[in-house]
């Protein structure tokens, strides 16, 4: 099986088809379609050609092509993507963790996802990867070859080491010139004043965020008994305890980080979705899909 075959997989496309994502708000490099581009004077890069549907203006029609071929073809431009999005897809250690789907494998395959649903819709796609050391970065763009450069990128990256989330995200404002929609998928395991100021930033630019915030079940309901030993995914030292005298602990603390979190959310109007990773991954597909039109 191929690369694309491994993170999609054809019952995955097929209910993907039923789907359709787009962007609340009015973003940059859209010339016609349900988002206006607010900037007049634009320059335009053809991009394809695409057939023509009923509801598309007359003066698109490639009349040259039409004339050799006897079939209509309409020109799609750069600018007239309804949709700029960019995935930035969190690589730090603890998305390591889980048997035997991790939550990165999780997330390598709805990041996987949420492109080629865009991508098969004409709209413009990039991913981001937070890693420490690395710059897996791919700027937004329709181009046929697209998906198959994100899912080559998401092939070859494993998540380790300390989150850099944040300063990904700080990277993601600096190299997106235009405003669109960025995706964040992570366990946002980190602390909340960090990724707020990232945030900030982001939506400071007029991009709409959403975090989809993947867990594994163990983690919400922390359901060790007994004594056992816990291995950090990020670097830290193994430790022996006895679950039963943190597990209160470990709750609240969660519980609270949670809330925190939610309020960051709020406070710059991005959407918070959380997502366990033993539900089906079209429902976190789905779930995005809906706050978006909703």
């Known amino acids: 099986m191929n690369a694309i075959g491994r993170l999609l997989d054809p019952q995955l496309v097929e209910s993907l088809g039923l789907l359709s994502i787009g962007a609340r708000q009015v973003v940059e490099g859209t010339a016609t379609g349900l988002h206006r581009s607010p900037i007049k004077g634009a320059s335009v890069e053809f991009r394809q050609h695409r057939v023509y549907t009923p509801g598309d203006e007359p003066r698109r029609i490639d009349w040259r092509l039409l004339a050799r071929s006897d079939r209509v073809f309409v020109k799609e431009y750069d600018e007239e993507t309804n949709l700029r999005a960019v995935v930035a897809l969190d690589a730090s250690g603890s998305m390591n963790y889980g048997r035997p789907q991790t ?33 897996a970065w791919l700027p937004p763009s329709g181009i046929a070859s697209q998906l198959t450069r994100i899912i ?16 990904e995200l700080l990277r993601v404002a600096d190299r997106t010139d235009r405003r669109g929609l ?55 030292a193994a430790q022996l305890v006895e679950t039963a005298a943190v597990r209160r602990t470990y709750l609240k603390n969660f519980e609270q980080h949670e809330m925190q979190l939610r309020q960051a959310a709020r406070a710059v109007g991005a959407d918070l979705l959380t997502h366990t990773i033993d539900r089906p991954l079209i429902e976190a597909v789905t779930t995005i899909v809906r706050r978006r039109v909703g």
């Open 182 to 236: 960025v995706i964040v998928i992570s366990d946002f395991f980190l602390p909340v004043p960090r990724i707020a100021k990232s945030l900030a930033r982001l939506r400071h630019d007029r991009h709409e965020i959403v975090l989809m915030r993947l867990l594994h079940p163990d983690e919400r309901t922390f359901p060790f008994r007994n004594w056992a030993r816990f291995k950090g995914l990020e670097g830290e």
């Open 103 to 135: 939550k990165f494998d999780f997330a390598t395959r709805l990041t996987a996802a949420l492109c080629y649903l865009m991508l098969q819709q004409s709209e413009s796609a990039g991913l981001s990867v937070a890693r420490a050391g690395e710059d």
């Open 152 to 167: 080559d990128r998401l092939e070859t990256t494993t998540a380790a080491e300390p989150t850099t989330l944040d300063s």
